[in-house]
């Protein structure tokens, strides 16, 4: 469709309301020029949405035939389908590895300890049948603990795992052991574009720092996890699908890595600097900024249009798009998300 299609009032109109993930309040569909789900794809595809995606626009699955196999099931806890014991901690929410029992103590001992499990014996028909896509909206597939660090971490524990890095006796292993995950990250890729082809793209996940820094080097991150990366998302391109990193920590100076890895978006956590990420790196990769901030307890509604206006100006750009960090969500009222829709429809149309 025509991007220079003027904006009309009417787009606002909300045509349908669609339930909201993992409990949260149902959102909105409107009378958008194309669906959230085309826009979404003219944003990554062609660098162009028509207007700045709202979150509500996008989801993520898990269907449970992943997360209890692969993932960190849920408060019940899961035995993964390497063997692995997953708890779930009620302060934070999540789970993790049960500590003290690693499934192997050096790399080296991979070939023997870690027996992938065979894919084609899952019931993906039936899984496809009970977790179904609402196509107007864009969805990812969560490849929550990835294929890499953090799956290296469920084998053995975080310190043997960040040590095992740089023991040059453990590093032939490492690249064998990446080279195997990242197969077997393709063959779930294959297996989720044939049950559930309104999958629009793969959001990966692989934690690579702390609330300061990167956990390991640049030089490991290229010899150890870029080529991986590589391998795999040149693999979910292949399928006509988008690659997106989800890496928390103070990963800013570790970008061109993702980028060189082959991912069309990240979304940093706050403690990164989001816009010089977009200044530096936001026609290579799209970033997730977090907006300049704003106090909804004394902010007017001018001031939350007047701020997804001045977010637009800087941000939102034919060629090199960006979305609203997450980190932003309960900071903005409806206002903010309106006027960032009506404003960037103009913006990208040409207009303003």
């Known amino acids: 469709m025509n991007r220079r299609i003027p904006f009309e009032k009417n787009e606002l109109n909300v045509t349908d309301m669609i339930p909201g993930m993992f409990g949260g309040p149902d959102s909105p569909i409107r009378n958008t020029p194309v669906t959230p789900k085309e826009n979404i794809a003219a944003m990554y595809f062609d660098k162009h949405p028509y207007w700045t995606p709202g979150a509500a626009e996008a989801g993520m699955i898990m269907p449970p035939l992943y997360n209890n196999n692969l993932g960190r099931g849920g408060p019940g806890g899961i035995r993964d389908a390497f063997g692995i014991e997953w708890e779930y901690v009620e302060q934070v929410h999540g789970s993790i590895v049960r500590p003290g029992a690693p499934l192997m103590a050096d790399v080296n001992e991979w070939k023997e300890k870690v027996i992938f499990p065979d894919i084609d014996k899952w019931d ?128 800013f100076t570790r970008v061109q890595c993702f980028i060189d890895g082959g991912f069309d978006s990240w979304e940093p956590q706050p403690m990164n600097d989001t816009h010089s990420l977009y200044e530096q790196f936001g026609d290579k990769i799209i970033i997730s900024v977090v907006p300049d901030a704003i106090d909804p307890a004394t902010a007017s509604e001018n001031d939350m249009r007047q701020a997804a206006r001045d977010f637009v100006d800087r941000f939102c750009k034919p060629g090199k798009p960006s979305t609203v960090n997450y980190a932003a969500r ?16 103009k913006r990208y149309a040409g207009y303003v």
């Not at 309960?330 to 429809?345: N, P, T």
Request: glycine letters at 4%; a negative charge; charged letters at 25%.
């Open 124 to 251: 993906w028909a039936a899984a496809a049948e009970e977790n179904k896509i609402d196509t107007r909206r864009s969805f990812q597939l969560s490849f929550v603990n990835g294929f890499w660090f953090e799956r290296l971490i469920s084998f053995m524990d975080f310190l043997p795992a960040a040590m095992a890095l740089i023991d040059e006796d453990q590093i032939d292993a490492i690249r064998e052991l990446f080279e195997a995950t990242t197969e077997f990250a393709m063959k779930l890729v294959d297996k989720f574009c044939e049950y559930w082809p309104a999958i629009d793209g793969f959001n990966v996940h692989d934690d690579w720092g702390s609330q300061r820094s990167p956990f390991f080097s640049e030089e490991t991150a290229y010899d150890l996890f870029v080529p991986h990366m590589k391998t795999l998302t040149s693999h979910i391109h292949s399928k006509g699908r988008f690659a997106t990193l989800h890496s928390c920590g103070h990963n």
């Open 330 to 345: 309960e900071m903005f009222s409806d206002a903010f998300f309106e006027e960032l829709y009506v404003y960037s429809r």
